[in-house]
């Protein structure tokens, strides 16, 4: 090897299927692998006026601007937060480059190697990726249908006294699954009675389409240890990169150093056009839609699957968000499968890289929300022939 890389970047491994799922760019294929939105409801025309009037009004749209983020930006999260019942203030909420972006912050400030970390079986693959390069020890928590099971996690929290808790408690990816609301009280009373940190990752919450909502674990917590993470990459769209951390103080000061030396600030221009736009426009409305949108597509596909696939397979039916999760029979192995798949048109993530440690191979991720009804149809009617 020409260079001499730091031991960390061994642990930076691409996931090998990263390199299969290349080939869904193909334009036959019909893909329910990418964790994307769907591009025809992006609000194209407002974004384009929203930056052709922050662009018109004066050049400090341009400048340099602050760690924290626009601070109207963040008065006006403040106030979607407060809707959610987490009281906070705008200092008190830092704007990152996408919720990702706060991921790594937080993994940077927070893991030194070996400390453990808890995360769900299975886990967002993106938090392992980037909390993995800081050389932790994962502990799985084990879910169910209603999310993290509390009892394992309270044993787990009092034997290896983790750095921090890592959830998805909404929607979660990869399993669609949502966190009941009273493991979410039960989860805030043993963090807070253990002092130890949560990130409570949420980018899936506001796109329910079934059901009621379900409060934030921030909204129950009285003294700073969960710390939440959400974003507009689903309600607006992913290529703006904006998103936000809402924590205490102490963590917020590190929080701004850790982003000073990363990136000095997210973009002041992205920031401004987010604002307008969401103080012009009937963002909720447009919420609402893709609500509808997707929630339409998981029907679309729970039923042709409820129609073709074989009795064994089974699946997790969301209240919202963009996955489902399928278990195959336990012979079946999702990685070797995907091959057949592919040859057949059609791709998805096989479960292994969700998993922090011990995979389960006969699971995998379906995305429904980037593929309109028609090819979620021949898409499911096509893995069906291979399962
Ligand atoms: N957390 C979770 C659970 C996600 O699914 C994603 C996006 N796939 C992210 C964080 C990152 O989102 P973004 O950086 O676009 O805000």
Redesign the pocket.
């Known amino acids: 090897m020409k260079y001499s890389f730091a031991e960390r970047v061994n642990l930076m491994q691409s996931s090998a299927i990263r390199e299969i799922l290349k080939v869904t760019e193909q334009p036959e294929m019909i893909s329910f692998a990418g964790?994307l939105p769907a591009p025809e409801l992006f609000p194209l025309e407002e974004m384009r006026e929203a930056f052709n009037h922050v662009l018109s009004s004066d050049a400090s749209v341009l400048q340099y601007s602050t760690t924290e983020g626009y601070l109207p930006l963040r008065e006006y999260i403040q106030q979607r937060m407060q809707d959610k019942g987490i009281s906070t203030t705008p200092g008190n909420i830092l704007i990152?480059?996408?919720?990702?972006?706060?991921?790594d912050l937080l993994a940077k400030l927070l893991i030194n190697p070996g400390d453990v970390v808890l995360v769900e079986k299975p886990s967002?693959l993106?938090?392992l990726q980037v909390f993995r390069s800081y050389q932790p020890q994962f502990m799985d928590i084990p879910t169910d249908d209603e999310g993290i099971q509390v009892a394992a996690l309270e044993q787990a929290i009092k034997e290896h006294k983790p750095k921090f808790i890592y959830l998805?408690p909404t929607f979660?990816?990869p399993t669609g699954v949502t966190l009941s609301s009273e493991r979410r009280r039960a989860v805030a009373k043993i963090v807070q009675e253990n002092e130890v940190l949560l990130i409570e990752?949420d980018?899936?919450g506001e796109l329910r389409f079934y059901g009621e909502p379900v409060p934030p674990i921030k909204s129950y917590d009285e003294t700073g240890w969960v710390v939440y993470?959400?974003?507009?990459?689903?309600t607006i769209a992913?290529g703006l990169?904006?998103?936000w951390v809402v924590a205490d103080e102490e963590l917020m000061k590190k929080l701004v150093l850790a982003k000073q030396g990363t990136d000095l600030h997210t973009g002041t221009l992205v920031q401004r056009a987010a604002y307008y736009y969401l103080t012009n426009y009937n963002v909720s409305d447009h919420v609402q839609r893709i609500c509808l949108e997707y929630g339409r597509r998981r029907d679309v596909m729970l039923k042709e699957m409820a129609e073709c696939f074989p009795s064994s397979v089974s699946c997790t039916k969301p209240q919202g968000g963009m996955f489902l999760w399928v278990t195959l029979p336990e012979h079946l192995d999702s990685v070797k499968l995907l091959t057949r798949a592919i040859e057949e048109k059609v791709a998805y993530v096989p479960g292994a890289p969700f998993y922090s440690k011990d995979a389960c191979f006969n699971t995998l991720r379906l995305n429904y929300s980037n593929s309109t009804p028609d090819k979620i149809k021949s898409g499911i009617r096509r893995l069906a022939k291979i399962f």
């Not at 990152?96 to 991921?103: D, E, I, M, R, V």
């Not at 993470?229 to 689903?234: E, H, I, N, Q, V």
């Open positions: 964790g990152t480059n996408g919720s990702q972006q706060a991921l967002y993106g938090a998805t979660k990816n990752d980018p899936y993470l959400s974003t507009f990459s689903k992913p990169r904006l998103g």
